[in-house]
């Protein structure tokens, strides 16, 4: 029973890892290619790319088709440097590797059996790879400060459009179900709320950005989009 509930578990969290590694991949894409980042910031970006080729190969354990991503990231990862350098590498493959999470997310987003379901998947692109993407470059170090701003407002405004996507849904739902599962949504909600909350302290108190403030926001983010996952699909 318990190896039930920790396989259904750990199936959820893999779901919500290919939208957010889309927005992820795009952030830091416009970055290597517009940003205007010293040496020493492209090589500690170049750094947390295994890091997202590692998440595309757990989500190659659900739809094996993802292991072109691990491929196309970490051939970009072995052809560029993670000292200083001013070299962009071959970006025609990072392009690629864009390309196919494009696909893949699609694919995903047109298997979702409601419109609602769809809207979410797209929503999570911007919430949970915004959060993710902010989550690398504070780890990189990045001096990027109005990434510090625009990531963050990105979740909010996504969280906002969630908490719609979520009351059309709940319209649509029987009150006796909808009674039943009033628990996990309010719990879902809870835990988006104090996610947004933590990811914008530093906005709020005018205070430089902490990578285990971000930490905690992205596990509390994951934890909360599972229980709304739960009940989109009701």
Request: aromatic share 8%; with cysteine; proline share 3%.
């Amino acid at each position: 029973m318990i190896t039930t509930i920790l396989a259904v578990m750990i199936q959820q969290l893999l779901s919500l890892l290919a939208p957010m590694l889309l927005g992820a991949q795009l952030v830091l894409t416009l970055i290597l290619v517009k940003g205007d980042i010293c040496p020493g910031q492209r090589g500690r970006i170049h750094k947390v790319l295994p890091v997202v080729a590692l998440l595309w190969l757990a989500v190659a354990s659900l739809k094996i088709e993802a292991i072109m991503l691990v491929f196309a990231i970490l051939y970009f990862y072995s052809q560029v440097q993670t000292k200083k350098t001013r070299v962009q590498g071959p970006l025609w493959v990072i392009y690629l590797a864009n390309g196919l999470a494009f696909a893949y997310v699609g694919i995903v987003i047109s298997e979702q059996p409601s419109i609602v379901g769809s809207a979410l998947k797209v929503i999570e692109i911007f919430l949970l790879g915004a959060l993710f993407s902010h989550l690398l470059l504070t780890i990189a170090k990045t001096r990027l400060q109005a990434f510090h701003r625009i990531l963050p407002v990105t979740g909010i405004v996504s969280a906002m459009l969630l908490s719609i996507v979520v009351l059309v849904k709940s319209a649509q739902i029987e009150p006796n179900l909808l009674a039943e599962h009033t628990n996990m949504l309010l719990s879902g909600f809870a835990l988006m709320i104090t996610a947004v909350l933590i990811w914008c302290w530093h906005i709020l108190l005018s205070k430089t950005v902490h990578k285990i403030q971000l930490w905690v926001a992205f596990t509390t983010m994951l934890v909360s989009m599972s229980f709304i996952e739960n009940f989109i699909v009701l």
